[in-house]
């Protein structure tokens, strides 16, 4: 086995161990992306040099002693939407040429702090407005997309790139492009982790998380995330997270939906994840059917509040440079203008009435359990799905539907590969919790994970 | 859904909304605001009451911080 290889817990381990150096687990994941990138095209940019400079530091560190923790000398890529000093931050963007960022985001200090090693800057959908990242191609099929915002992340993790990467999620972009890869993303909770210099998408939807290759790896780096950041106004103060001790489901109760989440769902994507509901029922997790409610909304909300924000945000850089945004992200932006806000208005109320009944929900029930997406990596340039009843959806929107309930409430949620559908491409479940329960929708996790899940390994259409 | 827009009324809606578009851009932004209105619209079925506008998350208030 080769270091780029190894999860972080088991480069951690390797490293505290000297068995491992920093250095020679850089060189080895900076050798995988001379052999694989070009085909894949996960980063946006590669910063060799200033990472390999970082690991010779880390070691120079863990040599005298002063190992910093689990992320010390690990290699990692941040999405191009998340700023560091003296780096341009493209967000996939002609609109973003010229840019420097002058200070490091709350997230990319974080690590710095953690001793981790930045490889590089991963693609990303223009201004993370889109589910495709046509950048980049699928690490278990190049035909299919990566998925998005965050493709750039997920598929440098699923091809063993980068052990881990950040996204960033506002209608399921770090969970969409993870479950298309085969790997595990987590939204956290909405103001744990700091979205101080990463460019927004939509305020009151955005969040910042970790894609890994393991449950147990996401447990590892979301507590150097997890803080409050006074310069990130939904930072939550006091926010922190600590691991809980995990294994034992038994008394879990974990809730099945009867209506959304397993609508116009592919049979094979249905048929995994209610095979893992079981599997958690068998490592004694109770489940207990449970009605999404306001499911009806989910939609209406999320583009109430998302299109105008969008909007709001990009309006000087579109009233001067308009040519300089892709097509499809233009045209939401512009028409994004002629939404009354009094249409906004109501889907920040309706977020009130979901945000209440969801909470009532988790009263029931300590996790949700679903599809991550509806189906699988669809081919590059396809633009919508048939369903058996004959309705016709957009890719985009498909992509959407199972996880924009975690943006508009909040709340937590993890997705992690729980088997394949015909053609051998990975499905993702999806673990819902009550907000701030990161330490229950991991433990949940990662015991299914120890229990039934594959090691962590790169995907193998890359390997 | 209420009615659709014309590309007039969608240049001068972007006018007033202080984002002028050129002309080839009217008819494909006045038929994305429309698809958008379309979906948005369905939360004019809601009893919303007295609900006041909120952003936390669901149950954020019980959680335990500290975990």
Known sequence: ?463 | MTDRLTAQEAARWADRAGLPLEEERHAVVAATADHIAAVVSTLRELELGETAPGAWPAGWEAADVTL
Do not use: C
Not at chain 1, 66 to 87: M, N, Q, S
Not at chain 1, 114 to 123: E, F, N, R, S
């Open chain 1, 1 to 463: 086995m080769s270091p780029f290889e190894l999860t972080i817990a088991e480069a951690s381990a390797a490293i505290g161990r000297r068995e491992l150096s920093p250095v020679e687990l850089t060189a080895s994941v900076l050798a995988r992306i001379e052999a694989v990138e070009g085909p894949l095209q996960a980063y946006a940019a590669v910063l060799a040099e200033s990472a390999r400079a970082s690991a010779a530091e880390a070691e120079r560190e863990i040599a005298a002693g002063r190992h910093r923790g689990p992320l010390h000398g690990i290699p990692f890529g941040l999405k191009d939407l998340i700023d560091v000093a003296g780096l341009p931050t493209g967000a996939g963007s002609r609109a973003r040429d010229g840019h420097l960022a002058t200070a490091d985001s709350g997230v990319a200090a974080r690590l710095a702090r953690a001793g981790a090693i930045l490889v590089g800057k991963t693609h990303t959908h223009e201004f993370a407005y889109g589910l495709t990242t046509p950048q980049t191609r699928n690490a278990w099929d190049a035909g299919r997309i990566a998925g998005g915002s965050s493709g750039g992340s997920a598929v440098a993790v699923a091809a063993g790139t980068a052990l881990f990467a950040l996204g960033t999620d506002t209608g399921g972009s770090i969970r969409v492009p993870a479950a298309l890869n085969g790997v595990v993303g987590l939204k956290p909770t909405y103001g744990l982790v700091s979205r101080h210099g990463v460019v927004p998408l939509s305020w009151s939807l955005d969040h910042v998380g970790p894609i890994t290759r393991t449950v147990a790896d996401a447990a590892l780096v979301l507590p150097a995330l997890a803080g409050h950041d006074p310069r990130d106004p939904a930072s939550r103060p006091a926010a922190a997270f600590r691991p809980a001790p995990g294994g034992d489901l038994r008394g879990l109760r974990v809730g099945v939906p009867v209506n959304h989440y397993f609508e116009h769902v592919a049979p094979a994507v249905e048929g995994a994840v209610r095979a893992a509901v079981g599997r958690l029922a068998d490592l004694g997790a109770e489940p207990v059917e449970v009605e999404i409610p306001y499911a009806r909304y989910v939609q209406a909300t999320q583009w109430g509040l998302m299109v105008p924000e969008a909007t709001a945000y990009h309006e000087p850089t579109l009233r001067a440079t308009p040519d300089r945004y892709a097509p499809d992200v233009r045209v939401l932006l512009e028409a994004g203008a002629l939404i009354p806000a009094a249409d906004h208005v109501r889907a920040r109320r309706a977020r009130t009435l979901m945000r209440q009944a969801w909470a009532s929900l988790f009263e029931r029930v300590d996790l949700i359990a679903a599809p991550a997406v509806p189906m699988t990596a669809v081919p590059a340039g396809q633009e919508s799905v048939a369903w058996a009843d004959g309705t016709v959806e957009a890719v985009s929107d498909a992509y959407v539907r199972l996880s924009a309930p975690a943006n508009i409430t909040g709340v937590p949620a993890l997705t992690l590969p729980v088997g394949h559908d015909e053609s051998g491409l990975p499905i993702g479940m999806q673990l819902i919790g009550r907000a701030l329960a990161e330490a229950t929708v991991l433990r949940a996790g990662s015991a299914y994970e120890s229990a039934y899940g594959r090691a962590g390994l790169p995907a193998p259409a890359a390997a």
